[in-house]
């Protein structure tokens, strides 16, 4: 308990943690971990939590993974790092080569996180258009409740106000159209129709404006920072064929969704689409180190192929390819190979719907739902601070897990096992049932 308290204590005077009130941190103590073994979180005093929602969403193959350790370790007797400006090596090489063929795409263009990625996508695009000699076409369109990152050209096309609105003043204006959340259709309506009515709004944006929008960019199937909103692929389909048809960019925007957290590769694969830009981070180095790609179209990279200097794509990031992060998401893809893990998680997800369907039964349940390696649910009646006391009552039964909103969501490594997965239905029924939470 010492080493607690010294922990927590140099954490309260030194560490400004993200998305936290840190007012709040003197109630709800942050969890200090010493150590991680598979699926499983360590305390500085030995207790135990099942990390299950993967370290947002990071991690894939569990905490200290001897293959993805075994990569990093041998590259760092080789090279940590050189700026890949004027240079190159072997694991970026070869990692992009091996993203290319699993997304049809190419020439990967790579960041530190997320939201980077997102800036990098749109920044891409419209300085595509503006190579094309289309200056006017610098405009995007998100789906309402998208996530896009919280850098100002990621949060302009976020639609979240927790987020936005206290920057708005410093973001640009960009336009956001239905989403096709399957819990918005109304009654009688399939999540089908509802995504194609979805649909239906972007074209009647797209036929008045499409001469000064870039792109359209989506989280594909899942809209992980609004409560993990899921609808139907139709919805890819068709925004695939409307921005082919208006001469829109479609930017995909996998960083959540990616390396088979729905059930898929990539979520597009479920719509049968290939989008001109995808973005990747969160998984793709297993939850070991800051990592994100953007792949485009042949087309894309050949209008900024020049001689001019400024005709070029002139983005950079200090840590753009770490042979580090590059090693341990070849490691990652590896494991994809060897494993089969797409194939064993479909086994598993079945498994796992069947583990959790008393917790999709109790009555304060609603809209339980599932996608590949993610299921949520909304809790009816969620009174305010039902988060935080929901996240403090699964410490006690040792699961972290951390809701949004009245939204409680679990995205575990998939090297969980059935075992595991009691242990979290059993934890998520002991705070259902808890009339307090």
Not at 209 to 214: C, F
Not at 291 to 311: E, I, K, N
Not at 370 to 397: C, K, N, T, Y
Request: hydrophobic share 45%; proline share 5%; with cysteine.
């Amino acid at each position: 308990m010492a080493a607690d308290n010294d922990l927590l204590s140099r954490t309260r005077a030194a560490v400004w943690h993200p998305c936290t009130q840190m007012k709040q941190l003197e109630a709800a103590l942050p969890l200090p971990i010493a150590r991680g073994e598979g699926v499983w979180l360590v305390d500085t005093d030995g207790r135990r939590y099942l990390d299950a929602i993967s370290s947002w969403w990071v991690n894939l193959f569990g905490h200290c993974n001897p293959r993805i350790n075994a990569a990093i370790i041998d590259q760092l007797g080789r090279i940590e790092h050189v700026m890949l400006a004027g240079a190159t090596h072997e694991p970026v090489v070869a990692l992009s080569e091996r993203l290319a063929k699993l997304t049809g795409l190419g020439h990967a263009f790579y960041g530190s996180d997320g939201a980077s990625a997102t800036e990098i996508a749109l920044k891409m695009s419209a300085h595509f258009w503006r190579n094309a000699g289309q200056t006017g076409k610098n405009g995007f369109i998100s789906l309402q409740n998208g996530y896009h990152g919280e850098t100002v050209g990621a949060l302009s096309v976020t639609d979240i106000p927790l987020f936005k609105a206290t920057y708005a003043p410093l973001l640009r204006h960009t336009v956001q159209v239905p989403t096709p959340d399957a819990r918005l259709a109304e009654t009688g309506e399939t999540a089908e129709e509802f995504a194609l009515r979805c649909a239906d709004a972007l074209e009647a944006h797209l036929v008045e404006h499409a001469a000064e929008t870039a792109a359209f960019i989506v989280e594909p199937l899942v809209q992980g920072a609004t409560g993990m909103a899921m609808y139907h692929p139709v919805y890819l389909k068709r925004a695939r064929e409307l921005c082919t048809k208006y001469r829109v960019h479609l930017i995909a925007d996998e960083i959540a969704v990616g390396f088979g957290r729905t059930g898929t590769m990539f979520a597009c694969e479920q719509a049968a689409i290939h989008p001109d830009f995808i973005c990747l981070s969160k998984g793709i180095t297993g939850g070991y180190l800051p990592l994100s790609a953007v792949l485009t179209t042949d087309a894309v990279y050949a209008a900024f192929y020049g001689d001019a200097t400024a005709r070029g794509f002139l983005h950079s990031h200090s840590y753009t390819g770490n042979p580090l992060a590059c090693r341990a998401a070849l490691a990652v893809l590896d494991i994809f190979e060897t494993d089969q893990v797409i194939a064993a998680n479909r086994i598993k997800a079945q498994e796992f719907m069947g583990l959790l369907a008393e917790v999709a039964m109790h009555p304060r349940v609603r809209h339980f739902r599932q996608r590949g390696m993610i299921w949520a649910f909304d809790v009816a009646e969620a009174q305010p601070g039902f988060s935080a006391r929901l996240h403090q009552a699964a410490l006690g039964q040792g699961v972290f897990i951390r809701p949004i909103g009245n939204t409680v969501y679990v995205m575990p490594p998939y090297v969980t096992s059935a075992d595991d997965m009691r242990v979290l239905a059993a934890a998520l029924l002991a705070c259902l049932k808890n009339p307090d939470i």
